[in-house]
């Protein structure tokens, strides 16, 4: 019995203490929180520069939010890359996420209406085939807008065609997979109760000794 009961007593002691551990990495104010380094906010994560959620150094995520486009701009675009080959919905819209490198794709309720108005205006016409998706192809109409609005053409392709070097140039997916494994083994080890005072402090040391050494690079 008393075994038994030195072995519940530092079973409930050791649960506590891993607890707390893991309260103290997993909680708001710890490295793997909400606003943690590692946590979604954080450097390392999804949301941050080294995440995957498309983050300077992160995967290629995509990115929906925000207005990529000025009024008028997405009308241009669609009969831009219309005149220069058939296309249906779809791939426009991969056209489109292409010329940003992956960083911004428009959504089909954006983009289906825009369709429907050039055809509507006679700018783009429907190319006769028996495929049930129909491609469209600017008309004479369309091409003829496009040359009117050459300078303003140019430029909006220029702006996208930056974006996509800059996302290229800062993007690094061997930073983002080791940083990921890096993440992944902390929280395995804080989750398995691994991580006590003394292991903490090495691992403190082996990533500061780390940063000093990347920095001298």
Do not use: W
Not at 22 to 47: A, C, N, S, V
């Amino acid at each position: 019995m008393k075994g038994t009961y030195a072995m519940r007593h530092h079973h409930r002691h050791g649960c506590r203490r891993n607890g707390a551990e893991f309260g103290r990495m997993f909680g708001p104010g710890g490295p793997f929180g909400g606003e943690g380094p590692f946590g979604q906010d954080g450097p390392f994560g999804r949301d941050g520069p080294f995440g995957g959620g498309g983050g300077r150094f992160g995967g290629r995520g995509r990115h929906r939010r925000g207005r990529m486009f000025a009024q008028g701009e997405l009308r241009l675009a669609l009969l831009k890359l219309l005149a220069d080959e058939p296309r249906h919905g779809y791939e426009l819209i991969k056209a489109i996420e292409d010329l940003t490198g992956g960083n911004y794709a428009p959504s089909p309720g954006a983009v289906y209406p825009t369709l429907q108005m050039l055809a509507d205006e006679g700018l783009i016409a429907e190319q006769g085939d028996d495929t049930p998706r129909k491609a469209f192809l600017a008309t004479d109409e369309g091409r003829a807008e496009l040359a009117d609005k050459a300078d303003e053409v140019a430029a909006l392709f220029e702006r996208l065609g930056k974006l996509a070097e800059q996302s290229e140039q800062g993007r690094s997916p061997q930073i983002a997979r080791a940083m990921g494994n890096l993440a992944t083994v902390l929280k395995n080890r804080a989750r398995a109760g691994q991580l006590d005072t003394d292991t903490t402090n090495q691992i403190v040391d082996l990533i500061d000794e780390m940063a000093k050494r990347i920095e001298r690079l």
